[in-house]
């Protein structure tokens, strides 16, 4: 739940910052955390192989103290001047009615992280049948992480040649046949392959998710609309980790892959129809 409900969270921040003229790159700070996470997960899986089960929530408390530490003692972004105009505060109805397209996208987004997090979660017992274990699910989580990187440090420049709509939409085409992948993987490797997918996949649904509504929102329905952006990865995971877990017990893990893979599939098409409405 923290872990979820922090990644929407460090969006808010980052974006706050910048409008209150602190020179923050989301792209780097993205780039940074997802360096740490590659460091940690891998750590996490070994320790995991020595200790037990127990070390991931021991690992899991000790990251949120050390998050909570980090936050306390973060400056206000109020410390600069704030903007001239404040955002209205608006429902989801007002900004569908408005901005049709910018609402679609979402529903859009929900169903793609809803691929990632049920895959994500479930990602053991995908490696288990190809005969992983704890140790590799933390480098194929690594691996993912540092695949990341690149396109999280150059998002601004990669803005510039396509824009955000078109590189979501790319993201989505990415998380479906990076399913495709775990569906039909008969060893380790090529789920550690799967994982270099992530570089056209949840590495620029994360890079250019926040600069859509910015591009597309008028200065007075900004704060709302980010605030929708984000929660699409909570409303995703949850979504992806209930129906995951109801299909995976019911019905096995193939069934549960395919799910997903449904989730990318769909989301792609929900996607490829908002550009049409622009």
Request: with cysteine.
């Amino acid at each position: 739940i923290f872990g979820n409900g922090m990644m929407p969270f460090t969006v808010i921040i980052c974006f706050e910052y910048r409008s209150n003229g602190f020179p923050v790159d989301y792209g780097k700070t993205r780039a940074g955390g997802s360096l740490f996470y590659a460091i940690a997960v891998y750590l996490i899986g070994v320790m995991t192989e020595k200790g037990g089960p127990i070390m991931v929530p021991i690992s899991g408390i000790a990251l949120c103290i050390a998050d909570w530490i980090v936050l306390m003692t973060m400056k206000s972004s109020r410390h600069q001047q704030a903007p001239e105009k404040a955002d209205k505060k608006v429902g989801v109805n007002e900004i569908r009615r408005r901005y049709p397209a910018f609402f679609l996208m979402t529903l859009g987004l929900v169903l793609l992280f809803a691929f990632h997090n049920g895959t994500n979660t479930y990602l053991l017992p995908i490696l288990e049948r190809v005969g992983g274990d704890t140790r590799a699910l933390g480098t194929a989580f690594a691996i993912s992480a540092i695949t990341e990187i690149p396109v999280e440090i150059f998002i601004e420049k990669i803005l510039k040649k396509i824009s955000s709509d078109k590189l979501l939409l790319i993201s989505g085409f990415g998380f479906f046949f990076k399913g495709i992948m775990y569906l039909m993987a008969g060893n380790v490797a090529v789920i550690y392959l799967s994982q270099l997918l992530e570089i056209v996949s949840y590495a620029l649904y994360s890079g250019a998710a926040p600069y859509y509504a910015d591009e597309r929102i008028a200065p007075g329905y900004l704060s709302s609309a980010q605030a929708m952006m984000t929660s699409c990865t909570m409303v995703g995971a949850v979504l992806g980790n209930l129906t995951s877990g109801w299909i995976y017990d019911g019905f096995g893990l193939s069934s549960m892959i395919l799910l997903c893979i449904g989730y990318a599939a769909a989301g792609t098409v929900i996607i490829g129809a908002s550009l049409k409405m622009e």
